[in-house]
């Protein structure tokens, strides 16, 4: 069950594009994801894609994210375009059954309208 949990959620994540944009850096749009990403609000992941996001908040339905002790760690930034090495933890509940996991993965950041945004991530 933790794993189909653990696929459930990277499904959701790249049904989105895990495309957030928001703030004035990378780690910014990177935190209005995973913030919009655990209230399951597709719409704010939709906002502020930087391509047209497919964010469904029918996905989540019975599914409830916590991301505790998250870190954030920006690397190779450049005018348009870094990489956001996010960690911590995660706790997912689904249905009557909860799991927590410890989680690492690099959101590749880009630019929309002059703003950054998540354009994919690598290694979950």
Known sequence: MKRFAILIVLIM???????????GSPTDAAKTAIEAMEKGDADKLNEVACEEGEADS?????VKIKFDDVKYEEKNKEDDSADVLVSGNMTMEVG???????????????????????KTFEGF
């Open 13 to 23: 994540i790249s049904s989105m594009a895990l495309a957030a944009c928001g703030g």
């Open 96 to 118: 009557e059954e909860e799991m927590s996991q410890d989680f690492s993965f690099t959101l590749k950041m880009g630019k929309k309208d002059g703003d950054w945004c998540v």
């Open 58 to 62: 029918g996905a989540l339905e019975g």
